[in-house]
């Protein structure tokens, strides 16, 4: 069974940083494209950033660009979030997505998402 | 930026009628389209990808149709179950992969 658990949020202050993870299980994490999106409280989903099988290729949407960085350990099976310089609108659940194969930008399995709020 | 625009934004309907979903981009997307349920609390689950194909183990009262800026996300005969969010979502032009707004199903 496919397995998407993300841990590391919490609250933390304005400028602060979060790292997130995502364990995955039940598949061949290093054959399949990676992704976090996000939903601010009571909002739409957003994408945030997409990573390549062997990490060769990252992508980002232009507003997060230079302070998130995503990343990957195909060996622990698990994905990362870096969140630096956070703001109040970065305030959201945040989730880790699997691409589908053959349609890496369409995703397949979502996990539960791990809650980020960011306020004094 | 790839913009999808979401229509209605609520839909109020009984169990077993049919639900129109509305999902229109302001350029082609061609068919690299994909529709998502999402219920309170929950994550996103994947429907239909590439406008019409239903993903797996998608039941077949879930059906897309569309190309171009104008698409249809349509449930035949809605079930309980039903009632939730849904979003589309485009992956012609990247980054940034863009959602609509969403459109509830809530019930009547």
């Known amino acids: 069974e496919v397995q998407l658990v993300e841990s590391g949020g919490g609250l933390v202050q304005p400028g602060g940083s979060l790292r997130l993870s995502c364990a995955a299980s039940?598949?061949?994490?290093?054959?399949?494209?990676m992704s976090w999106g996000r939903q601010a409280p009571g909002k739409g989903l957003e994408w945030v950033a997409n990573i390549k099988q062997d990490g060769s290729e990252k992508y980002y949407v232009d507003s997060l660009k230079g302070r998130f960085t995503i990343s990957r350990d195909n060996a622990k099976n698990s994905l990362y979030l870096q969140m630096n310089s956070l703001r109040a609108e970065d305030t959201a659940v945040y989730y880790c997505?699997?691409?589908?194969?053959?349609?890496?930008?369409?995703?397949?399995?979502w996990g539960q998402g791990t809650l980020v709020t960011v306020s004094s | 930026e790839i913009v999808l625009t979401q229509s209605p934004a609520t839909l109020s309907l009984s169990p077993g009628e049919r639900a129109t979903l509305s999902c229109r981009a302001n350029q082609s997307v061609s068919r690299f389209l994909a529709w998502y349920q999402q219920h309170v609390g929950q994550a996103p689950r994947l429907l239909i990808y590439d406008a019409s194909n239903r993903a797996t183990g998608i039941p077949a009262r879930f059906s897309g149709s569309g190309s171009g800026t104008d698409f249809t996300l349509t449930i035949s005969s809605l079930e309980p179950e039903d009632f939730a969010v849904y979003y589309c979502?485009?992956?012609?032009?990247?980054?940034?992969?863009?959602f609509g707004g969403g459109t509830k199903v809530e019930i009547k």
């Open positions: 997505a699997r691409g589908m194969n053959g349609y890496e930008e369409y995703y397949d399995f």
């Open positions: 039940g598949f061949s994490f290093r054959t399949y494209w």
């Open positions: 979502q485009q992956r012609k032009n990247w980054p940034p992969l863009t």
